[in-house]
């Protein structure tokens, strides 16, 4: 089993950037793509990009890209993933849950259940 934790969460004005990271760790924490959903005020929990064992990205909504980055630091038995956050929006704020799918890549269909979630971590993005 993985267990994640979620920092750097936080307020950040529009057009500013934030960095989240989620700590991983675990023995086969090496066998687990790592990725980011996000549920904003009033809608369901959405899926946002993801980052294989190998350090490749998914990117699954249209308005990460070119704004989000992902990238994967491996340990012995830890994992931290970084999701870099550029020019933020308002409709960019809700929770931002880490989760880990047990498998090298990630899922290309989006539809893949996480195998473990972290609790989660506030953005708002506001003057």
């Known amino acids: 089993q993985v267990q994640l934790v979620e920092s750097g969460g936080g307020l950040v004005q529009p057009g500013g950037s934030l960095r989240l990271s989620c700590g991983a760790s675990g023995v086969t924490v090496k066998l687990y793509a790592i990725g980011w959903f996000r549920q904003a005020p009033g809608r369901e929990r959405e899926r946002v990009i993801c980052?294989?064992?190998?350090?490749?990205?998914?990117?699954?909504a249209d308005y990460a890209k070119g704004r989000f980055t992902i990238s994967r630091d491996n340990g012995e038995n830890t994992a931290t993933v970084h999701l870099e956050m550029n020019n933020l929006r308002p409709e960019d704020a809700g929770v931002y849950y880490c989760?880990?799918?047990?498998?090298?890549?990630?899922?290309?269909?989006?539809?893949?259940?996480?195998?473990?979630w972290g609790t989660g971590i506030v953005v708002t993005v506001s003057s």
């Open positions: 989760a880990a799918e047990a498998g090298l890549i990630c899922d290309r269909s989006g539809t893949y259940e996480p195998d473990a």
């Open positions: 980052i294989s064992t190998r350090d490749d990205p998914t990117y699954y």
